[in-house]
Each structure stands twice: as structure tokens, then as C-alpha cells.
């Protein structure tokens, strides 16, 4: 049994999350910039995203983590607030567990993308969040994913996951 096949049996019990952020990255090491609305384009990414432009069909055109992950790298590193922009993610959700997303398809707004792969930390955690970052955001970092049909994603969008 795959990794996609073991993941697909619990789709049906997971609940609906909500799109709360979206930050663009328009370039390496850039500022982002936290945006309500951007248009998701197959096999690219979030336009205005700097990955969008890297190689078409890439598993990292997107990534994604939850508000309730980012309370756990709260605790754990012992910050009152982290804005999600220092963790350089393009979308934060909330409502779903996204480890059951791993390797399935899910729709966000007109949007439906498909989770390759679990976003780890880079070391510049530690620049961002303080000496211990990195190791804070082990198993927290949330998910990689790329566009499979384009769409509008707009905060407040409803994330469900897809049956295939």
C-alpha cells in the first residue's frame, strides 16, 4: 500500500479547515508580502510567488502550515506570537490536521492542489524565530504542494480535501 493510499482512507473523516493568511515571497530572501487574495496557476505556483517562476510542475510550488501548528512552535520556543510571515510559508490554515493531507489532493477556493511532500525547517529558523527555531519546527513545518488546477484563493476560503 502506498503512502497515498494509506493517507486517502481518513479524507472522509476530516473536517473542513479555512484559508486565515497568504504571503507572497517575490523573491529569495525578500520580504513576503501578506496579500487576501492571488490566483493559484497549474504546474507554477502563487503568482507573485518567486517559486512560481522556478520549474514548472516542481513539488514545492506551495507551501502550508496551520495556526495550529504555528501555536505548537509558539510553545515550543517560548514566543507569545509568531507572525507567519517569518515562517516564510505561502498559506496558514486552520481547522485540519495537515499531516492527514500528505500525498492527496485538496481544494482551496476555485483552486485544487495536491500535498507532495512535509515542509521542513531551513536553518534560518534559528535567524527568525531565535536560537532553537529549527529544532522547534521539526515535524511542524507543514506541508509542500503543487498547483494541480488553477484558481482564486481568497482568505476565508473553505479547504476540503478532494476524493479521488
Known amino acids: ?4 493510499q494509506l493517507f486517502s482512507r481518513y479524507l472522509k473523516d476530516l ?8 504571503g507572497l515571497r517575490p523573491g529569495r530572501k525578500q520580504a513576503v508580502q501578506v496579500v487576501d487574495s492571488v490566483q493559484a496557476l497549474q504546474s507554477l505556483g502563487l503568482e507573485g510567488d518567486h517559486r512560481c ?3 514548472p510542475g516542481s513539488a514545492r510550488q506551495v507551501t502550508i502550515i496551520s495556526s ?3 501555536k505548537i512552535i ?7 506570537h509568531i507572525d507567519p510571515a517569518l ?26 492542489f495536491e500535498a ?12 527568525a524565530l531565535g536560537q532553537g ?12 504542494a503543487r498547483v494541480i488546477q488553477s484558481g482564486c484563493v481568497v482568505v476565508g476560503d473553505q479547504l476540503t480535501p478532494v476524493q479521488s
Not at 500500500?1 to 497515498?4: A, D, F, P
Not at 509558539?74 to 507569545?80: M, Q, W
Not at 507532495?116 to 535567524?127: F, G, S, Y
Open 87 to 112: 515562517l516564510r510559508r505561502n498559506l496558514v490554515v486552520s481547522g485540519i490536521n495537515l499531516n492527514a493531507l500528505r500525498h492527496q489532493r485538496f481544494k482551496i477556493g476555485a483552486a485544487v
Open 15 to 22: 473536517k473542513p479547515g479555512r484559508l486565515e493568511w497568504i
Open 68 to 70: 495550529e501548528f504555528i
Open 53 to 55: 517562476s522556478k520549474t
Open 133 to 144: 527555531g529549527t529544532a522547534a519546527m521539526l515535524g511542524y513545518g507543514g506541508l509542500c
Open 74 to 80: 509558539e510553545s515550543y520556543t517560548g514566543l507569545e
Open 116 to 127: 507532495t511532500a512535509l515542509c521542513h525547517p531551513c536553518v534560518r529558523m534559528d535567524q
Open 1 to 4: 500500500m502506498t503512502q497515498k
